[in-house]
């Protein structure tokens, strides 16, 4: 059984930091894709950042410069950090990676339980 633990939520003040993370365990045969995905309360749930398992980077124009989405994969674990946070950053945080558990199998679409950001003074 595949699972995504996320980690490194909280409260932080505007203009502070903060550095996620999310740890695949399970047996998996690959990973591919890696992201964050964030929902405020009231609003869909929404792409904040996203790496392929190339190396590529993509991030919502919210957070472009202050969010950085890294990746071990060695340790199948991918990091959010998050640089100068607005009070418009407030929201849930899910980690979401796509995957296959065995060779030539069919990619899943694995999602954490989420973990809360909440910046405030």
């Known amino acids: 059984q595949v699972q995504l633990v996320e980690s490194g939520g909280g409260l932080v003040q505007p203009g502070g930091s903060l550095r996620l993370s999310c740890a695949v365990s399970?047996?998996?045969?690959?990973?591919?894709?890696m992201g964050w995905y964030r929902q405020a309360p009231g609003k869909q749930r929404e792409l904040v950042a996203a790496?392929?398992?190339?190396?590529?980077?993509h991030y919502a124009e919210s957070v472009e410069g202050r969010f950085t989405i890294s990746r071990d994969n060695a340790k199948n674990t991918v990091y959010l950090q998050m640089n100068s946070l607005k009070p418009e950053d407030t929201a849930v945080y899910y980690c979401?990676?796509?995957?296959?558990?065995?060779?030539?199998?069919?990619?899943?679409?694995?999602w954490g339980q989420g973990t809360l950001v909440t910046v405030s003074s």
């Open positions: 979401n990676a796509m995957l296959v558990v065995v060779a030539g199998g069919r990619p899943l679409d694995a």
């Open positions: 399970g047996s998996i045969f690959s990973i591919y894709a």
């Open positions: 790496s392929s398992s190339g190396g590529s980077t």
